[in-house]
């Protein structure tokens, strides 16, 4: 069986570095990049352990000229890519009218603008390949609108909405495109929050705490639908439940986040 080739972005911890691990003992060869050096640096240690190779580089996702270098040292070392995932993401929260502008430029450009980034710097290696994949890492926050995180929501509806435009202008070349909404699982998510209150960061916190599922879970998943040829990988039983909900009775859903806006409100004193 052919080695696959494989770019994971945020491969410096939580679900990247788990993804990176889950290519790994497939034996695939992988080109890791984040901006935690130390982080790459244990990663490929790890990778190795499994039964991968690989080699790391800084890289941040704002910037697409390190992108794109990074893209030109796959194709030096490997010869092209097989799969791109675009993982690097960072958190955040607060009230719309407490965010300020500069906390929606942070997130778009890291979430959404990240994503388009990678995309743009490796699609004409993945156009090459026979049999290219793309893996964006979106959120369930990208179907589920839930209060107090209006930025972190648009920049991940943002990436579903890209990764639909990409599946149909991608698949008749040959290139396959797959979007993950995860809901919270225990990662280290929080080490990247940015937002106006502590209350949001403490919410978020209780949700990863609460997670039925580990990363290494998702990455396990993520990597055995989108083999399946899964368009939208939905990890959790609860979302799946909740999407399926919010499908057929959008209104349902919009009434029960009101509902849970009040209740963050009244506890917010």
Not at 37 to 49: I, N
Not at 131 to 156: D, E, F, H, T
Request: aromatic share 6%; proline share 3%.
């Amino acid at each position: 069986m052919k080695t696959k080739r494989v770019v994971v972005t945020g491969a410096g911890s939580g679900l990247g570095r788990e993804l990176a691990l889950r290519y790994a003992r497939e034996g695939a060869w992988l080109a890791l990049a984040d901006i935690q050096e130390e982080g790459l640096k244990e990663t490929l240690r790890l990778v190795e352990e499994a039964g991968g190779s690989g080699f790391t580089r800084r890289c941040d996702v704002r910037d697409y000229s390190q992108l794109a270098a990074l893209a030109q040292s796959c194709e030096e070392m490997m010869q092209g890519i097989d799969i791109l995932i675009n993982n690097a993401g960072v958190a955040s929260g607060g009230w719309f009218e407490d965010l300020s502008l500069e906390d929606w430029d942070w997130q778009i450009s890291i979430n959404l603008m990240g994503v388009v980034k990678g995309c743009k710097a490796f699609l004409p290696l993945l156009l090459a390949t026979d049999g290219g994949r793309i893996i964006n890492i979106a959120s369930m926050a990208a179907l589920m609108q839930a209060p107090g995180m209006s930025n972190y929501n648009v920049a991940k509806a943002g990436v579903v909405a890209l990764s639909e435009s990409l599946l149909c202008e991608l698949r008749p070349r040959g290139v396959q495109v797959h979007v993950v909404c995860p809901s919270f699982f225990q990662t280290n998510l929080l080490d990247s929050f940015r937002g106006p209150d502590s209350e949001s960061r403490e919410d978020i916190a209780r949700l990863l705490e609460s997670s039925p599922i580990s990363a290494a879970d998702i990455a396990d998943i993520i990597f055995r639908e989108s083999e399946a040829g899964t368009f939208m990988i939905l990890p959790h039983d609860k979302g799946r439940e909740a999407w399926a909900v919010k499908q057929a009775n959008p209104q349902a859903i919009h009434d029960e986040m009101v509902r849970l806006a009040v209740k963050k409100m009244s506890a917010g004193g």
